[in-house]
């Protein structure tokens, strides 16, 4: 009896380790998410991620402001990280950020009935999917549609100088993480309902026809700003010009599935106006097709001429475009 006593209570000890182990590993989980979505400064997430010390830290800061050079490139100059290194870091950090703003979009759509632990281990399996795939996907996408309004294109994925269309995308996870209520989401799943499994190109004539009957309103009258890139919320709220029509097509349409491979917002030149224009590029199963908030139908590239495209731009990567002579974009 004493025997199998004891061996009852070693079978205890091994399932309370176990159990110990599994919750500090849950606990560890939630930590790094936590520090993801709460930190900004590159440096905290080195620190917090245990890739350098705070001596470390501070030495960059200083190297940083006495060489004014971006802190990203103080820690690699200064031999605390590697370019790989710091690449990955910001990368986790925006797919950490994308990921719990879907798991809070769908739980505000009702689509999250699991318990709190199950959810989030489906949220960290999400991250560890985004994290993997990132790459492979946009190696195989990126580069495999057609060129706009017969324009030459050229590629990169420094975005660096992008800021407003940075901020944007900053502010309106940040904007899905605080509101609990999911007012947004309920409100844009209820106009998309039942397109989720549409063809692209359906998808996208239905949201041209949502967010056009939104108000245009300039930016000058709107935000007391010249140029003011507004997220989908805002603009949902309070109307506004044309790249934010475009903006709020491409957040729908990502919503309802369509991957961001297939989705560009292009700046061009309308020639007829002589105006500069926004507009968002979707590349549907037959091609590329232009949603305008100047044009209530869905229109394929190839049948426009009176716009010049000046560049693209998607999450990914962004397109100058040129045709006979260079044209230098304003950012």
Same mark, same amino acid.
């Given at each position: 009896?004493?025997?199998?006593?004891?061996?009852?209570?070693?079978?205890?000890?091994?399932?309370?380790?176990?159990?110990?182990?599994?919750?500090?590993?849950?606990?560890?989980?939630?930590?790094?998410?936590?520090?993801?979505?709460?930190?900004?400064?590159?440096?905290?997430?080195?620190?917090?991620?245990?890739?350098?010390?705070?001596?470390?830290?501070?030495?960059?800061?200083?190297?940083?402001?006495?060489?004014?050079?971006?802190?990203?490139?103080?820690?690699?100059?200064?031999?605390?990280?590697?370019?790989?290194?710091?690449?990955?870091?910001?990368?986790?950090?925006?797919?950490?950020?994308?990921?719990?703003?879907?798991?809070?979009?769908?739980?505000?759509?009702?689509?999250?009935?699991?318990?709190?632990?199950?959810?989030?281990?489906?949220?960290?399996?999400?991250?560890?999917?985004?994290?993997?795939?990132?790459?492979?996907?946009?190696?195989?996408?990126?580069?495999?549609?057609?060129?706009?309004?017969?324009?030459?294109?050229?590629?990169?994925?420094?975005?660096?100088?992008?800021?407003?269309?940075?901020?944007?995308? $900053?502010?309106?996870?940040?904007?899905?993480?605080?509101?609990?209520?999911?007012?947004?989401?309920?409100?844009?799943?209820?106009?998309?309902?039942?397109?989720?499994?549409?063809?692209?190109?359906?998808?996208?004539?239905?949201?041209?026809?949502?967010?056009?009957?939104?108000?245009?309103?300039?930016?000058?009258?709107?935000?007391?700003?010249?140029?003011?890139?507004?997220?989908?919320?805002?603009?949902?709220?309070?109307?506004?010009?044309?790249?934010?029509?475009?903006?709020?097509?491409?957040?729908?349409?990502?919503?309802?599935?369509?991957?961001?491979?297939?989705?560009?917002?292009?700046?061009?030149?309308?020639?007829?106006?002589?105006?500069?224009?926004?507009?968002?590029?979707?590349?549907? $199963?037959?091609?590329?097709?232009?949603?305008?908030?100047?044009?209530?139908?869905?229109?394929?590239?190839?049948?426009?001429?009176?716009?010049?495209?000046?560049?693209?731009?998607?999450?990914?990567?962004?397109?100058?475009?040129?045709?006979?002579?260079?044209?230098?974009?304003?950012?």
């Amino acid at each position: 009896m004493r025997i199998s006593g004891k061996g009852k209570i070693v079978r205890c000890i091994n399932r309370t380790c176990k159990n110990n182990d599994k919750y500090r590993n849950y606990k560890g989980i939630l930590t790094h998410i936590k520090d993801n979505l709460s930190r900004n400064k590159l440096g905290e997430l080195l620190v917090s991620g245990g890739h350098i010390s705070q001596t470390d830290l501070k030495k960059a800061v200083k190297h940083h402001k006495l060489e004014n050079i971006p802190i990203g490139q103080a820690f690699i100059e200064l031999g605390f990280v590697s370019k790989k290194l710091l690449t990955f870091v910001l990368l986790k950090q925006r797919c950490i950020r994308i990921a719990a703003a879907v798991f809070f979009m769908f739980a505000a759509m009702g689509h999250v009935n699991k318990s709190k632990a199950d959810s989030l281990k489906a949220l960290s399996k999400k991250i560890t999917v985004s994290l993997e795939l990132n790459n492979v996907v946009k190696q195989k996408e990126l580069e495999v549609f057609p060129a706009l309004f017969g324009s030459s294109e050229k590629l990169s994925d420094d975005l660096k100088a992008f800021t407003k269309w940075e901020s944007m995308f $900053e502010r309106f996870e940040q904007s899905l993480i605080q509101d609990k209520q999911g007012h947004f989401v309920k409100r844009l799943h209820s106009e998309l309902e039942g397109f989720q499994s549409s063809s692209i190109l359906k998808k996208a004539q239905k949201v041209n026809t949502i967010m056009n009957e939104k108000k245009y309103i300039l930016d000058k009258n709107n935000w007391g700003k010249s140029d003011y890139w507004a997220t989908p919320i805002e603009f949902m709220e309070r109307g506004g010009d044309c790249e934010d029509f475009a903006i709020a097509k491409y957040m729908s349409l990502k919503a309802l599935g369509v991957p961001e491979s297939r989705l560009r917002l292009a700046i061009v030149q309308d020639e007829r106006k002589d105006i500069p224009h926004a507009v968002l590029i979707v590349y549907a $199963e037959n091609g590329p097709v232009v949603l305008d908030n100047q044009n209530e139908d869905v229109l394929a590239a190839d049948s426009i001429f009176h716009y010049r495209p000046i560049f693209s731009i998607n999450r990914d990567a962004w397109w100058l475009h040129t045709r006979e002579e260079t044209v230098i974009a304003s950012r």
